[in-house]
């Protein structure tokens, strides 16, 4: 009996186990309050090929400049200002800082 109820309790907690890691959404990150100034966590996050809209969350105060978005050509020099590179999909695959 003590053999059967370890084995039930071992698939029930299996089974607990895999329904979570199922159901749990994927952790969005946290947003990046100014300017970009870590270019190593920012190309990381890059690495992702973010959609505009989750890039728009993670670094709300940098302006997004998509290929349907007109601007002007200033030079800034704080990383405040992203024009990047979409592939097929609309993702974000690279681009600079203008």
Known sequence: M???TTLFFLAVLGAAAVTACQTAP????????????????????????PTP?????????VILVTPD????????????????KLDAEGRIVGGSFM
Not at 27 to 45: E, I, L, R, S, Y
Request: net charge positive; hydrophobic share 40%.
């Open 2 to 4: 003590n053999r059967f």
């Open 26 to 49: 994927a952790a969005q990150p946290k947003p990046v309050a100014g300017f970009v100034t870590d270019m190593k966590a920012f190309d990381a996050f890059i690495a992702t090929r």
């Open 53 to 61: 809209e989750q890039f728009r969350a993670a670094y709300p105060d």
């Open 69 to 84: 978005m007109m601007t002007t050509r200033e030079m800034r020099q704080n990383n405040s200002r992203y024009f990047p």
